[in-house]
């Protein structure tokens, strides 16, 4: 009955027959998934296995050399850059690397998808963004640059940027990486949370196991 019920529901990510090559090397062949919405799925397995590729697909970083990769119910490759650039807004993702601006504090660079995509006034951003780094617990961070944190706060500063806007799916790459113990319980409290409300896919890539494979719904 479970996957009858499945089977019904709307896809958050959908691969049909998807390809990628990369300098001639295929990486990836006839590749076809769907994740439903509301989804917490965790793709596991060691360097080398495809993992942060199928993230970059997924988020529209790069288009399948064959296949369809739709997300949200859009085509990344047939989508306009109009389009596109909808989308990104309703995607969040967090790479191995923070990938922060080193120039901005921690509160500006979590406030940077905001105040570049949305008409929200400062009060509003504030609230946002303090309301994000409490979740995480990296709020005493906020007038930090990137090269005042551990590799774990850079982590969660990236998390919290990608989360701010209210995002629809969430791609993360090794999430665990680097935090200490109090960051793991936060993150996966938070994962627990969202895991229940069913209002947010999360995509998770990890190179083994953790907690975060027992929480997953696959």
């Known amino acids: 009955r479970r996957c009858v019920l499945y089977m019904k529901r709307e896809f958050s990510i959908e691969f049909t027959q998807v390809g990628m090559s990369i300098g001639g090397e295929e990486r990836v062949a006839g590749l076809t998934f769907g994740l439903g919405r509301g989804e917490f799925v965790v793709f596991v397995g060691p360097n080398g296995a495809q993992k942060s590729l199928l993230l970059e697909l997924c988020g529209g970083v790069i288009l399948p050399s064959q296949g369809i990769v739709k997300v949200l119910g859009v085509d990344w ?129 990890m190179r083994t196991p953790s907690r975060l494979l027992q929480m997953a719904d696959r």
């Open 77 to 205: 490759a047939a989508a306009s850059q109009a389009e596109q650039d909808i989308l990104r807004q309703r995607v969040g993702i967090v790479f191995q690397k923070p990938a922060l601006m080193n120039n901005m504090t921690v509160f500006d660079n979590v406030a940077l998808p905001l105040r570049y995509h949305t008409m929200l006034d400062e009060g509003a951003v504030h609230d946002k963004v303090m309301a994000r780094l409490s979740e995480l617990g990296i709020s005493h961070h906020r007038d930090c640059f990137p090269a005042e944190l551990t590799h774990g706060k850079e982590k969660l500063t990236a998390l919290a940027r990608a989360l701010v806007p209210d995002q629809e799916l969430i791609l993360i790459d090794d999430p665990l990486t680097g935090l200490d113990a109090e960051g793991v319980t936060r993150l996966t409290s938070m994962f627990e949370r969202y895991q229940a409300e069913g209002a947010i896919t999360i995509v998770v890539a």
